[in-house]
């Protein structure tokens, strides 16, 4: 009897034990999935901090903007104290433009105010040179006829005239979806470049005195600028600076009821080279 008692209580260790080493096999399972989890929370909030540590400035010494640029159509590098941003020109969206025959075209109906040219054969290669620190000047530069900047797309940004004259309401009408056109140079932009900016905060790009610009709202307030110069531009953070830097927006106000122009004011820094 005593046996049988000693035996039947040995099994029950046994089976307690099994079941201690079952449910403690789970819990770490339960214990090592949420590691996993807590893990891969920690490792965003590193990814974070290395952004932090990195300030404005990427690995290879460029303003944190310039990852933002299509690597595709730009080089971008640094020369001395210069940055250089060399461009195809051509636009990396799907415009009326590319023509028909291209696998871009989009069939819009601008056709009547259209201008006659299209993007493919035509070298509209550019290549500018700014300072990779610039500094409010102190006077201002007006911009003048051509590329005044070159924008995330790997195309020109013009200012809002066409011509000799301000754009009117038929050559904007003319303008593809994302405010762009050919002149009798290459593909640019005259109007908010719908492809990657759409009444948000995104950069558009940078211009020619090296300043960058961004979309109608700003990062640092999440909404329209309200103390913007008469060429769009304040000094605030951005989503790429933790400082505060000079920098500027497509201005949000209408032009002729109906479209936002890039930039129509003056360069407030010192333009820099465009070839
Ligand atoms: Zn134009
Ligand atoms: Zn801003």
Redesign the pocket.
């Given at each position: 009897m005593k046996k049988e008692k000693k035996k039947k209580s040995t099994k029950h260790l046994f089976l307690i034990c099994f079941l201690l080493i079952v449910v403690s096999a789970c819990s770490n399972d339960d214990s090592s999935s949420s590691d996993t989890v807590d893990d891969s929370s920690s490792d965003t909030v590193d990814d974070d901090s290395v952004d932090n540590d990195n300030g404005s400035v990427t690995t290879d010494g460029l303003h944190a903007a310039f990852a933002e640029f299509d690597t595709d159509e730009t080089d971008i590098y640094l020369d001395g104290d210069n940055v250089v941003i060399e461009t195809t020109g051509y636009p990396n969206h799907t415009s009326y433009y590319w023509g028909e025959d291209h696998e871009l075209y989009l069939d819009e109906d601008i056709g009547a105010n259209a201008t006659p040219s299209t993007i493919p054969g035509r070298d509209a290669s550019a290549t500018l040179t700014v300072s990779a620190n610039p500094e409010l000047a102190t006077s201002s530069t007006s911009t003048q006829l051509g590329t005044i900047g070159i924008s995330v797309s790997g195309a020109a940004i013009f200012n809002d005239q066409e011509g000799n004259g301000a754009l009117t309401d038929g050559v904007a009408k003319g303008l593809d979806y994302s405010g762009g056109h050919i002149g009798p140079s290459v593909y640019h932009y005259h109007l908010e470049p719908k492809a990657f900016t759409d009444d948000d905060e995104n950069l558009v790009g940078i211009l020619a005195d090296g300043f960058f610009i961004?979309g109608r709202k700003?990062?640092?307030t999440g909404t329209y600028?309200t103390d913007l110069d008469d060429s769009g531009g304040?000094t605030?953070t951005?989503q790429h600076s933790d400082t505060e830097e000079y920098?500027y927006?497509i201005i949000n106000e209408l032009y002729l009821d109906q479209y936002y122009i890039i930039f129509a004011g003056d360069y407030k820094g010192n333009p820099g080279n465009i070839n």
């Open positions: 961004y700003c990062n640092s600028p304040h605030h951005t920098h927006h």
